[in-house]
């Protein structure tokens, strides 16, 4: 079952005080919903949008990268990425389980003609330096050239370290490869790395970030790296039907975010941290947490009647009949929120 799951918003009986299926759940606030109706706005397919164009160069500029593209998802931010590095024929090197290689539809592949080579990933979230390594081919007219390694940060809400992190991107650079970082979550990762951001980013040729996901931004991802290839993903943008023409009233959401919504991910943090100890205290089932999320795992399969039994108290869970569920805190989920979700939970095990 795949992190997707969950229940539509039709089969809820009651009214929803608690959304805990994903951070992409979050709404714009009034204050953002205001500076987007504020925004000034131009044709951003002509490079006149004032409010993209500042997006774009802020977070470059924050990452520590030349250049910006603002697009409409982390889907399309890492295909642009994995085509302006990678030529038909060439590969990446890209962990099992990420969401590059899990939850994209395979498109770099299936539209790009770029392999994926797939590598197990390791407990803590990371790639092991000998198996990046290892996984380099030859120069030989057999096989793909490999190009680009891949990471992920956060991943399954784990904040791989950065040693960890600098340790496969070293065994890459090693081989030559070309590098990127899916960032979905690179604020959250920073937050629990207690880092700069460019500590992390730096070790990058490029980076995408999500906007729309505990920052709470309605739609949009940013690519940021060097001029050349965020000059090649952006003609690729074009191709793929991503050019966007006023977009500075999606941009302002983005900056309004950056500005106003990263301090809160520490907060999602310690209300994860909460949770998860709330769940283990109930002792029904095992329990982890890192940055905003907590996997729980009903004993004996409960995971339906559970489902049921939250959602009669507002209270809206993902994950499937069985295994773990993932339960994700965001700026959306308050005190209060959070008392009536363990409230449930401890009504449900009592
Ligand atoms: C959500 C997510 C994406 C894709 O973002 P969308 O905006 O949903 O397309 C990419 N990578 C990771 C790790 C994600 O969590």
Redesign the pocket.
Known sequence: MN?YAGSARADRGNAVVCDLR?D?VTQPCAAMRKTMADAEVGDDVYGEDPVVNRLEATLAERLGKEAGLFV???????FLGMLAHCQRGEEILIGEG???NA??AQGASVLGGIALSTLPVAEDGALEADVVAGAVKDDDSHLAITKLLSL?N??NGMAVSLERTAAAVNAGREHGLSTHL????FFNAITSLNCAETDLSGMFDTV?I?L??GLGAPV??VLVGPKDLINRARRWRKMVGGGMRQAGVLAAAGLYALDNNVAGLAEDRARAAQLAQELAALGAGTVTQSTNMVFFTPDGSQNDDLRAHLAGQGVVIGGGAQGAIRLVLHKDVDDEALRKTVDGFQSFFA
């Open positions: 992190q994903s992409t409409p998802s982390g889907t399309m931010s890492n990420y969401h590059v939850y994209e992920e956060t991943h899916d960032g979905a979550r995408s999500c729309s996901k949009g991802s």
